[in-house]
C-alpha cells in the first residue's frame, strides 16, 4: 500500500516537473544578462525595461487585451441568452443546434480561420480591429453556451414562474432570480472566452490584416528572426499575474466556503 502511494506520488510529481519545467527555464532566462538561450551570464532586468520601450510589443499587447475583453462580453451575452433558448427547446430541436454548437469547437481553427477570411472578403470587410472582435466572437459563443447549459438544468424549473407569482416582472425574475442562480456559468464561460480569445494564433493570423495584430502573431513574426529574450520577460509577467488571480480568486472562495461562527459557539 505504502508503495502504490509512493509511486503515485513520485507519477504526480514527474507531471508536475513535465508541465512547468519549460515555464520556469522561461523565467530564469528572462533574467539572462545575455540574448543567449542556453548560457546563463549573469542576473538584469534590462529586458524588462526594454519590454515597456518596444511599442510593437505593447500596441500588440493591448489589441489582445481589447479584443479579448470585448469580444468575451459580447460572446457571454449571446451566449447566455442563446443558452437560455437552448433550454426552452424540445429534444429533438435541441439536439440538433447542439450539434451545430459543437462544430466550431471540433473544427480545425485553420478551416475556421479561412472561412472567416473568405466570409470577411467577400462581404467587403475591411480586416482590422472589427473582423477580429467578430472572428473572436464567433468561436467564443460555444464555450460560454457550454458553460451556461448545465446552471440552467441544475436550476429549479419552477423558479422563475414563482417569481412571476411572487409578483415580479418579466425582466425582474430574470434579471433578480434566473441570472443569480446561473452566474458561475456565466463567469466561468466568460473566463473560458477570454483565455481562448488572448490564446488564439491561427484565427487571428487570417483576419487580423497587415495594419493590426495580436501578440501572439506579433511573436510569431518575430520567430522568423529570433525570440528576444523581451517575449520571456513578457511571458513572466503574464504567468504572475495569472498565478495572482488564481491564488486571490482560491482564497476568497474558501474563505466563502467557510461555515459563520454565531454567537454561543454555533454554527
Known sequence: ??????????????????LYAPIAVLIIFSFNDSKSRNTWTGFTLRWYEELFHDRVIIQSFI???????????????????AAIGLNKMNKKLKSVVMTFTYLPMINPEIITGVALMLLFIYLKMEFGMQTL????????????????????????????????????????????????????GIVSGFLMALTY?????????????ASIQTLPVAIYSMTRRRVSPKINALSTIMFAVVLLILVIYNVLSSRKGKPVRRKGGEY
Open 63 to 81: 489589441v489582445m487585451l481589447v479584443v479579448a475583453i470585448v469580444s468575451s462580453v459580447i460572446a457571454t451575452v449571446l451566449g447566455t441568452l
Open 197 to 209: 480569445s488572448m490564446d488564439d494564433f491561427v484565427i487571428s493570423y487570417f483576419v487580423s490584416g
Open 1 to 18: 500500500m505504502r508503495k502504490n502511494r509512493w509511486l503515485s506520488s513520485l507519477y504526480v510529481w514527474l507531471v508536475m516537473v513535465f
Open 133 to 184: 472582435i467578430v472572428a473572436h466572437i464567433t468561436f467564443n459563443v460555444p464555450y460560454v453556451i457550454l458553460n451556461v447549459l448545465p446552471k440552467l438544468k441544475q436550476m429549479d424549473k419552477n423558479t422563475y414562474d414563482a417569481a412571476l407569482d411572487l409578483g415580479c416582472n418579466p425582466f425582474t425574475a430574470f434579471t433578480k432570480v434566473v441570472i443569480p442562480e446561473i452566474m458561475p
